[in-house]
């Protein structure tokens, strides 16, 4: 049931969760939002760096996710840091659940992204890295970026 693709404007990215943890799966979320918060995200004004995720009695909601209060929005807007519902189908819920019993299982925002009109939120299935696992990913990087470099050198030098 995972969801891979995303078509729409990409309001933010969590980079680090990529790095600090192997994404096991995928699932794309709704959230529940008010409506300045909505034109908040129009202009891009979201961080999702030190958020997480959590079920509780059989509903998703989603910690720490930063939405800047609309300057137009006075006295609608709503606390930048409140805690909001992920909307997702039973069955989905259910499965993570199962997979949260796991040791080492965490659930972790990837993305939030317009899907039409609708402000959608990739979450991911993670399992924690450890330091010699970020060491190789690190590795691994400098080996590609030296590799790339070589052949830009070796082709249009």
Not at 28 to 44: D, H
Not at 129 to 154: G, H, M, P, S
Request: glycine letters at 8%.
């Amino acid at each position: 049931m995972a969801k891979k693709k995303t078509d729409g404007k990409l309001i933010a990215n969590n980079k680090k969760a990529y790095h600090d943890y192997f994404i096991l799966d995928t699932y794309e979320a709704g959230i529940s939002l008010a409506g300045t918060e909505v034109k908040s995200l129009r202009m891009g004004k979201c961080s999702i760096k030190e958020s997480f995720i959590r079920i509780e009695n059989g509903e998703v909601w989603i910690y720490g996710m930063h939405i800047s209060p609309y300057e137009k929005g006075n006295i609608f807007n709503k606390d930048p840091l409140r805690v909001r519902k992920l909307l997702l189908h039973k069955s989905e819920i259910n499965k993570m659940t199962g997979k949260m019993k796991e040791k080492g299982i965490a659930i972790v925002p990837l993305k939030v992204y317009f899907k039409g009109s609708l402000v959608k939120v990739e979450i991911g299935l993670a399992r924690g890295k450890k330091l010699y696992d970020k060491r190789q990913d690190i590795a691994k990087k400098d080996q590609k970026r030296e590799a790339e470099r070589e052949f830009k050198v070796r082709n249009f030098g």
